[in-house]
Structure formats: structure tokens, C-alpha cells
């Protein structure tokens, strides 16, 4: 558990590293402005004239998950940029529990995020897109990868969605999806990443 010594600075950037590792301790619902006083053992009041909000920390923190995507490497085609962009931010949602579920409701216009949509969007501009197609794509990959990981991060949690879709479906009830499920295994998710991906980045 993360103390604040004596004499160390407490700042939001302290607040948020303590509220990820909360995060990934305990998952979103646990995360508070109260539960992250108490892990740096200081008055709640102290978190709050740095972050004012729970809604506030949560902004910064999924700014900090988006600081952890490295931005330097990257491939030269624009298509390929796009895509490696695209697999770099699941790796860091998944690299934290709960990690979709921290980004997705959030809007933080923050310095990491920015930096992430800057190139991501520059990208698709540079492969030829209109300012509209390259932003809607953009938004639409972003979203895409958010809730692909939170199929996966709750296939992994004690109530997987595939093994409840299976209870509920059989050959009788429901054939079409039924001939389908079993590419929905939860080994499925990097092939079902990869072809959504693609799926976006196609163009008439």
C-alpha cells in the first residue's frame, strides 16, 4: 500500500498514481477519492483540493493509461501507423484492470490523450482521408478497442459474457447465433481485434 511519507509533495500526479494502483488492486468500483486518501494517508479533504471530483481523477487517470502508450517506432505507412497505434492502446487498456471501464465516459481533453488522438488522426489524414473520414474512423477504432476490452477484461472476471450467452442460446431457440458461438471464444480476442480493425479501415 502507497504512503505518503513525511515531507513528500502530494500534487494530482501522486493522486492519480495512487488511484491506478487502487484500480488494479481492487477494479473501478473501489476507486474513490476517500479509498485513495486512505491508501496515501491523508484527509480526504487533502485528495480533493488536488482533484476535486472522483469524476476528475478518473479523467486523469485514464490520461495516465493513455501516457503509457509508447508513441516513438512506428511504421512509416500510414495504414500500418494506424493500426500499431490501434494495438498499442489495447495493450495498455488491458495492462490495467478495469481499463476500458476507466477510459470509456470520459473526456479528458489531457496532454497524453491529445497526443494519442493527434497522431492517430494524423495518421489516417496521411493515408488520404478527408478531415470528416479521418476523424469518424478515429472515433470509431477508438471505440471499437474500448469495447472489444471490456468483453475481454469481464471474459476474464467471475461471470464471463460468453459462457452466459451460452446458457442461453441453443440450436433450437436461436440457430443463426447459435452456428456462430464458437468464434466467440474467449481465445478469439486478438483475431477478432485484428478483423475488426480491418473491417474499419476498409474503404469502398
Same mark, same amino acid.
Given at each position: ?77 500510414? !495504414? ?52 470528416? !473520414? ?71
Amino acid at each position: 500500500m502507497t504512503k505518503r511519507q513525511s515531507g513528500d509533495r502530494l500534487d494530482p500526479a501522486a493522486v492519480t498514481r495512487a488511484g491506478l494502483e487502487l484500480l488494479d488492486e481492487k477494479g473501478l468500483e473501489a476507486v474513490t477519492t476517500r479509498a485513495v486518501a486512505d491508501r496515501l494517508g491523508v484527509r480526504m479533504s487533502t485528495v480533493q483540493w488536488h482533484v476535486k471530483t472522483r469524476a476528475r481523477m478518473v479523467e486523469l487517470m485514464a490520461d495516465a493509461v493513455f501516457g503509457e502508450i509508447p508513441l516513438t517506432g512506428l511504421p512509416p505507412a500510414p !495504414e500500418e501507423r494506424v493500426r500499431e497505434l490501434a494495438r498499442r492502446c489495447r495493450r495498455a487498456l488491458l495492462s490495467h484492470r478495469d481499463g476500458a471501464a476507466l477510459v470509456v465516459g470520459t473526456y479528458a481533453a489531457e496532454p497524453h490523450t491529445l497526443r494519442f488522438a493527434e497522431l492517430l488522426v494524423g495518421a489516417l489524414l496521411d493515408g488520404g482521408r478527408d478531415g470528416r !473520414e479521418a476523424s469518424w474512423t478515429a472515433w470509431t477504432l477508438t471505440y471499437f478497442t474500448l469495447g472489444l476490452v471490456q468483453e475481454e477484461q469481464a471474459a476474464a472476471g467471475d461471470h464471463p459474457w460468453g459462457d452466459a450467452l451460452g446458457d442461453a442460446v441453443s440450436a433450437a431457440t436461436h440457430p443463426a447465433l447459435h452456428s456462430t458461438l464458437r468464434h466467440l471464444a474467449p481465445d478469439s480476442f486478438d483475431e477478432r481485434f485484428e478483423f475488426g480493425v480491418s473491417a474499419i479501415l476498409r474503404r469502398a
